[in-house]
Each structure stands twice: as structure tokens, then as C-alpha cells.
């Protein structure tokens, strides 16, 4: 048996790390953090010093109780867990769970997972340090206090289940206020100058050489004028600038630059690259990818320079230290590198292979010699015009260095053109004009948010730390918040003009390009733009970059021991918890309202506004309706803002729903609603591809897909004579009986799902469910039930907790005996006024309407009067 106990976060760490520890060590994981505060509102006693209440994840019992078994065998406990702030909360967690003593249990850190580094740490242990773990108390504390708060404000004034948290808020403020310039940016036309002259090479042939006017031509009044001076004008170069260039390798990766690069270059998701980081350390690849020091040890720089010159020449090795340029950088780790420089690959997964060869190329370049390049610039005069500057430039790379393994990447790299060599010239040279062109172009505004220039943005703010990025994107993505999506844009024709001057005469053409394309971008969502402008209104220091920034370092400070963590929490929360109650009381529901014009025909006000089920636009403000008729509403189409549209794309909403015709005696129609465009048969609904325009689905189109989704819902099979059919949805492939839809496992092929397999999945369902409810009151829309963790009440969608017994769970046999009105006690317990009366919630609802000139729709579906798909 062995004598000593290590605990680490992974399994997948354990199993790499018990390989270097030998017999003495037995090598376990805690699957990450094994408590964290209750689930309910009260898991923060803000009365009581902000005293957190936690409670072991239900998911993690088992973990904790194997464990303790394992602390009872052994002679002593170590703690192996990350060297961040996370990393040692976890390692308090597990002390307060498993009754050790953090002033005197041993915990060992290290950055590599490596043989000579568990070796080092196990010879250099130190305790928990309670200092950074307050520092994630408080961070883990305010966000939760800030979020309930925040989000319960939502919930009444917004939409339910919205939600709203410190650094979230203000990511998805940089998204809604980087969309706004957008959409202000005035485009204004220039005309952008260009001349293409005859020479000869080297070898004695004519090539082109290219020149460029260094300013714009305001208008094309301006650019024919300026054509119109150039006939017959003498081309001649009045000077060659020959400069020497260096260009210097980047540092290393932190996790902010590495989750840049990874979505530039393999077209990574921020969360994506995590993931893949986490396993590469977890087996031992790369030293730990939360980080964001770019420093080297001297071990890795001296390693890195032999891999060097043992590649590619003692001429390539250029040794550096990188240093920080923020004082504040969390933790004194290392950059990201590989952990052996000799592995150029590693086995894996796709993901990981890419991943890791990025991390190797940027390692590696970052101690190689600069590259050196030749820089040419052709300064070109025009007799006519003696004060316009024509420049050609080129360049020729005189030494490659970094760059024969690693060029770094920007988001706007699309805007680059590569310089060519410059065919031989001389000062004086005369140069035959080819043609020259005035071709009309327009500014243009920054470009959108990529999911890794978000992160560059609120790490440049100093906003969040390494750790804090990836789930910060990608809860604002959630689908059920809707607070920002990526997407890509179709592009719109845009004409424009070429003025041409060849052989002494001016043509002039009129073309067309595409405009607008985007792909991988981030665009906050109405309601996305909805919260944030409403916290914005309300909460502005919460909502203040700078305010933001300057919290994180108080967590800095609290992770260096110079600042009391409860004192902390408490000069912030008292004045905003204030202001939640102010908000609770006073603020006004937002529509952002805007009055499009008015229809034609009726006079009334068509307005786009945001009700609770999303933006619509609407027909009719209620002060101008008639007694007892209703505002009409359509919902916006994919890719449309409340903020944006115009008139005539609002009025085209209203053109559905569309009848078709009939088909085999039964009505189809196209209409839009609440999961987007759809077809109508009968009383199916049938959802229209994604980006196809459900304006153009005619009778035919619309018969194809109905044909589509009967092939796809015929039954495969039956059982107990009823027919089973198949599919596959948001949890994965079903397939689905009697109005039952039963999961299939990973352990079948949907495709090759025989009859006897979907009965033997049907029985377990069946059976699963005859076992699930222990009382049911299907009227009341209240259960209780049997779950993995025990008994529990189900009231309509939420799942609540029963009450203890004695300090322990109440059982099914003592949850089988409780009356509904037992049951109705402990439900609003945990939801205040579950029962109480809606009526005079209307009312007032009702009372509001006329201030804000329009009352909330009761469904936003495509027309009032047609149900939602």
C-alpha cells in the first residue's frame, strides 16, 4: 500500500504523473473543484462578514467519498492542484472536505508536467497559500452577488432567465458599443490613384512596375482633372531610397495570445483552444496554459538554442529574455512552451497535433535571429504635376531567420498585400507610362470583434486574467442568453467607378464588387444590446472599463496579503446593492423604441421595439387602435436589429405568414416565429434551412421539404403496435414512441438501430419512468420525484429541493406521504408568490402602456393572430 496520497484535478494528470512518482505515491484526481457555494440565494451571509456558505457539488459525493477513504489508508496527503488562484482554492476545498490541516498539509506546484519537475516539487513542498485563495473567495464571492443581483433585476424589468455578471457585462458592452461605431461610421468615396509603367528586368524582358499615389483624390471631378494633366506628361524616378530592415520574432505564447493566434491561424474558437491546451498539458506536452508571463526559465531558453542550431544553424540562435510590461501579471509562471523543445510533434487528436506545432513554431522563433530584409522606395515624378508623390516600394529578403519557421498574424492581415522586387532602376530613369487608373474606393470603419480580439481588448482594459477569458466568451455566446452570436455575413453589390487614362485618351467605367462580407465576427444580439444599455443606464460604474479593471487589481492585491478580502467585498457591495433596490423600485421596463412611419392606408405608427419574447416590429401604437383591436407584429428575420432595419425591410415582414395552397387537402404556408422560418402543413411545422429566405419558398419549395421531413419522420419500426420514428436534436439522436423520446446512447448507431435494440431502449425508458415519480399532481403541474441525487420537487420546469429530516435527506418513503398543500408550502419557500394570483400584475403592466406609446405583444410571432412555431 502506498504511504503518500497526491491529489490532482484530472484524471487524465494523475495517470501521467503517478508514471514519475513511483510506489510510495498513490496518484488520485478530484475532477476539479469538489464544493462551491450553494446553489440558492442565500449561499452569501452578507450580514455575517459575507460568510459563503458551500456545499459539496452533487456530482462529486462519490469523488469526495473515496477520498477519505484513500486519507484513511495512507501516512500523508499532498495536494498537487494548478499554481494559480483556482488551482489553490481547489487544494483549500479539498482540505476543508477531507478534515486536513492547510497550515501544515503539503502542496507542491510545478509548470511542467515532467519527470524532473514532480521530482523538484516533491523535494520543495510548500502549504496552501490562504492568500490566494481568498483572492478567488472574493472574486468567486462578488461574482456571485453581483450576478444574482443583477440578474433578478433582469428577470423583472428585461426577460426571465437572462443573466448578468461583472465581467460578462462589460465584454458584452465592448461588442455593443464596437457595433454602434459601425453602424454610425459614415462611408465617405475617395478615388485611390494608380500607374503601371513598362520596364525591363534583368534578364531583358518588359515587366510592370507599379506605383501608387501616396494621397487620395477627394472626388472624380478631382481624379479626371488630375488625368486629364497627366497626357503627355514625362514620368521620371527622382530618387531610390534603400533602407535595411530587421524584423524581431514575437515572445512566446500566454494564454491571451495564444487563443489569438489559434483563432487566426486553425480558425480556433476561444474555448476550443482551452480545451486542447488542457489536454497537451495534462499529458505532459506544454507547460501550464494559464499564464500570462512571457518569460523563459534559462533550462528552456539553453534547450531551445541547441534545438536551434542543431536544425537549422549556430547562425539562427538569437538568445532573449522577455519581460513583462505589466507590473501586475498574476503568478510568476512561464510562458507556454513545450515541455521537451526535441518533440517537434506529439501524438493526439487533430486539434492537439495543430495546436501543439503552433506552440512549438512560436517557442522556437522566439529565440531565433531577426530576419533581415532589404527595403526599397521609388519615389516617381510627374512633370505636369511637380507636387503629387508616385511611390513604388518592394522588398527583398536578405536573411529569413525567425521567419523560416514562424510569421506572426493579425486580424487584419487581409489587408496586407505582400511587396515583390523591384526590377533594376536608376535615379533619373525616364519610365513609359503603361495606363494609369483613378479607381473610386470608400473608408471604411474598424472591423467587428473576433472571438480572440475580445480577449485582446479586455486583457489590453485590463479586464478579467488568463483564466477568466475563455468561459467569459463563452457565456455571453450561450445560446439561451443570446447576448452576442458569430456569424458570417453575406456581402451586398456596391457600384463603383474606374476612370482609366491609356494611350493619351480617359475612359471611364462604371463596375460593381461585393461589400460587407464577413466571416467568424461578433455581433450583439437586440437583446444583447437590450441589457447592456439598460445595466449601462442603471448600474455605470459597474458597467465602467476602468472601475472593472481596478477591481481586478484589488483581487491582486488580496492575492499578495496587502488587502482584507471581507473589508474588500464590503466597500463595494453595500453602495451597489443600493442601487439594485433603487433599480427594483423605479426603472422602467426598456423598449427602445422607434417609430419607422406610418402605414399606409391605416395612418398608424409601424415601430420596431423589444417586448419579452425578442425584438418585433409593430403595427399600430395603442393610443391610435380602435376599442378592442390589437397591434399587429412580425418578427425580425436573422441578421436584422431593431436598431437598423428600415421601412421597406419591416414591411416585407408582414407578408408573413403565406399561404401557399393546399396539398393532399391540407393547408401549407410560410411564416417565421420563434425558432426561426418555417413551413406550415397542416399542423406541422417544418423549419426552413438555415440562411435560406423564407420569402422566396414557393409552393414547390415548400412541398420538397415537407416530402424532406416524412421521409426523415416515417417509422422505422413499432412497438405494442404504435410506430417508433427517429431523429436527432439538440441532446443528440432519439428515437420516439408514444409520445416518449428516448435518448440513444453513444454505445448505438442511430443509423443501424435494429427493432430489437429500440425495444430494449423503449423497456428501460418505460421503466425508468414508471420509477420516476414517488407523488404526481399533473393538474398543479407539481411532482415529486426520483432523481440521481435523491428526492426532489419538480414545479412546472424548475427542480427544488425538499426539505432535510433530521439533518439528513428526506426519503421517497417520507416524500410519498407529504399533501399538496405540504408540498405548495416548500415550493414558495424557495419561489416567493409561486401561486399568487397574475391578474393584478396585468393591470399595472396595462397602466404603464400608455407612457411608453405601445403594450407589450403576448406572443411576438410573425403575425399576432398566427401561433408560434
Known amino acids: 500500500m502506498a504511504k503518500n496520497l497526491l491529489i490532482v484535478e484530472s484524471p487524465a494528470k494523475a495517470k501521467t504523473i503517478e508514471k514519475y512518482l513511483g510506489k510510495d505515491f498513490a496518484v488520485r484526481s478530484s475532477y476539479g473543484h469538489v464544493r462551491d457555494l450553494d446553489k440558492g440565494n442565500q449561499a452569501v451571509d452578507v450580514k455575517d462578514g459575507f460568510r459563503p456558505k458551500y456545499t459539496i457539488s452533487p456530482e462529486k459525493h462519490k469523488v469526495v467519498k473515496e477520498l477519505k477513504d484513500w486519507v484513511k489508508k495512507v501516512d500523508e496527503v499532498w495536494l498537487a492542484t494548478d ?84 465581467v460578462q457585462s462589460v465584454a458584452v ?112 506536452f506544454i507547460t501550464y496554459m494559464r499564464t500570462d508571463s512571457i518569460n523563459l526559465s534559462e533550462t528552456a531558453i539553453a534547450s531551445i538554442a541547441q534545438e536551434i542550431e542543431k536544425q537549422f544553424g549556430k547562425n539562427y540562435v538569437e538568445i532573449r529574455r522577455f519581460k513583462n510590461k505589466s507590473a501586475n501579471a498574476q503568478e510568476a509562471h512561464e510562458a507556454i512552451r513545450p515541455t521537451y523543445i526535441e518533440n517537434q510533434t506529439v501524438p493526439g487528436d487533430r486539434d492537439e497535433k495543430r495546436l501543439y506545432e503552433l506552440i512549438w513554431k512560436r517557442t522556437i522563433a522566439s529565440q531565433m535571429a531577426d530576419a533581415e530584409l532589404e527595403k526599397t522606395v521609388v519615389d516617381i515624378a510627374i512633370s505636369t504635376q511637380p507636387t503629387v508623390k508616385l511611390q513604388a516600394e518592394g522588398e527583398v529578403l536578405k536573411f529569413d531567420g525567425f521567419l523560416k519557421v514562424y510569421l506572426e498574424s493579425s486580424d487584419d492581415d487581409e489587408e496586407n498585400e505582400a511587396q515583390g522586387v523591384l526590377p533594376p532602376l536608376k535615379v533619373g530613369q525616364i519610365l513609359p507610362l503603361n495606363q494609369m487608373t483613378t479607381t473610386e474606393r470608400f473608408t471604411r470603419p474598424q472591423a467587428r470583434y473576433t472571438e480572440a480580439g475580445l480577449v485582446k481588448k479586455l486583457e489590453e482594459l485590463g479586464i478579467g486574467r488568463p483564466s477568466t477569458y475563455a468561459p467569459t466568451i463563452s457565456k455571453i455566446m450561450e445560446v439561451g442568453r443570446g447576448y452576442v452570436v458569430k456569424e458570417n455575413r453575406d456581402g451586398t453589390p456596391r457600384a463603383y467607378r474606374l476612370l482609366t487614362l491609356k494611350d493619351a485618351t480617359i475612359s471611364k467605367s462604371d463596375l460593381s464588387e461585393m461589400t460587407g462580407v464577413i466571416k467568424g465576427r461578433l455581433f450583439p444580439t437586440d437583446m444583447g444590446t437590450t441589457v447592456s444599455d439598460f445595466l449601462d443606464q442603471h448600474f455605470d460604474k459597474i458597467m465602467d472599463y476602468k472601475f472593472t479593471a481596478e477591481i481586478e487589481k484589488l483581487f491582486d492585491d488580496i492575492a499578495t496579503g496587502s488587502r482584507e478580502w471581507t473589508k474588500m467585498l464590503e466597500t463595494f457591495y453595500w453602495p451597489f446593492h443600493e442601487i439594485v433596490e433603487e433599480t427594483l423600485a423605479n426603472a422602467e421596463r426598456p423598449t427602445r423604441e422607434r417609430i419607422l412611419g406610418k402605414e399606409e392606408g391605416t395612418g398608424y405608427s409601424i415601430l420596431t421595439r423589444m417586448t419579452r419574447l425578442g425584438p418585433v416590429v409593430q403595427i399600430g401604437a395603442p393610443e391610435e387602435l380602435i376599442p378592442g383591436e390589437k ?113 440513444v446512447p453513444k454505445k448505438y448507431d442511430l443509423e443501424t438501430l435494429t427493432p430489437e435494440q429500440m425495444h430494449e431502449l423503449i423497456e428501460v425508458k418505460m421503466e425508468k419512468e414508471a420509477n420516476r415519480f414517488i407523488q404526481n399532481w399533473p393538474d398543479e403541474k407539481i411532482s415529486i420525484e426520483n432523481g440521481r441525487w435523491g428526492a426532489f420537487i419538480r414545479f412546472k420546469k424548475d427542480m427544488l429541493k425538499l426539505p432535510r429530516v433530521n439533518g439528513q435527506k428526506m426519503s421517497a418513503e417520507d416524500a410519498a406521504v407529504l399533501s399538496l398543500e405540504e408540498v405548495k408550502k416548500m415550493i414558495e419557500e424557495q419561489v416567493p408568490d409561486a401561486f399568487a394570483k397574475k391578474a393584478p400584475a396585468k393591470k399595472a403592466a396595462a397602466k404603464k402602456a400608455p407612457a411608453k406609446k405601445a403594450a407589450a405583444p403576448k406572443k411576438a410571432s410573425a403575425v399576432t393572430t398566427k401561433p408560434k412555431k
Open 631 to 743: 397591434p399587429r407584429y412580425a418578427n425580425l428575420k436573422p441578421g436584422q436589429s431593431i436598431d437598423t432595419i428600415e421601412m421597406e425591410e419591416a414591411m416585407k415582414l408582414f407578408e408573413l405568414p403565406k399561404i401557399l395552397g393546399d396539398y393532399r387537402a391540407q393547408e401549407v404556408a410560410v411564416g417565421t416565429g420563434r425558432y426561426g422560418p418555417y413551413v406550415r402543413f397542416g399542423e406541422k411545422f417544418i423549419s426552413i434551412p438555415k440562411g435560406e429566405d423564407p420569402l422566396s419558398v414557393n409552393m414547390e419549395r415548400a412541398m420538397d421539404l415537407i416530402l424532406e421531413r416524412e421521409k426523415i419522420d416515417a417509422p422505422v419500426a413499432s412497438y405494442k403496435g404504435l410506430p417508433i420514428t427517429k431523429g436527432t436534436g439538440r441532446f443528440g439522436p432519439f428515437i420516439k414512441w408514444n409520445e416518449l423520446f428516448i435518448n
Open 173 to 284: 458592452k465592448l461588442v455593443v458599443e464596437k457595433e454602434r461605431e459601425i453602424n454610425n461610421f459614415k462611408s465617405e468615396a475617395y478615388f485611390k490613384l494608380e500607374a503601371l509603367f513598362n520596364v525591363k528586368n534583368e534578364q531583358g524582358r518588359n515587366v510592370i512596375l507599379k506605383a501608387e499615389g501616396a494621397d487620395r483624390i477627394k472626388s472624380e471631378a478631382d481624379a479626371e482633372a488630375f488625368l486629364n494633366k497627366c497626357i503627355g506628361a514625362e514620368y521620371k524616378i527622382r530618387s531610390i531610397d534603400v533602407k535595411p530592415l530587421k524584423r524581431r520574432p514575437t515572445a512566446p505564447f500566454t494564454t491571451s495570445t495564444l487563443q489569438q493566434e489559434a483563432s487566426r491561424k486553425l480558425g480556433f474558437s476561444v474555448n476550443r483552444t482551452m480545451v486542447t491546451a488542457q489536454k497537451l498539458y495534462e499529458a505532459g
Open 83 to 166: 499554481e494559480d488562484r483556482e488551482g489553490e482554492a481547489i487544494s483549500w476545498h479539498l482540505c476543508e472536505v477531507l478534515g486536513l490541516d492547510p497550515k501544515s498539509t503539503k502542496r507542491i506546484v510545478f509548470r511542467e508536467i515532467t519527470k524532473p519537475a514532480i521530482e523538484k516539487a516533491v523535494l520543495q513542498p510548500r502549504t496552501v497559500d490562504l492568500n490566494l485563495v481568498n483572492a478567488q473567495q472574493a472574486r468567486r464571492v462578488l461574482d456571485r452577488l453581483v450576478g444574482f443581483e443583477l440578474s433578478e433585476i433582469l428577470w423583472k424589468k428585461v426577460k426571465g432567465k437572462l443573466s448578468a455578471g461583472r
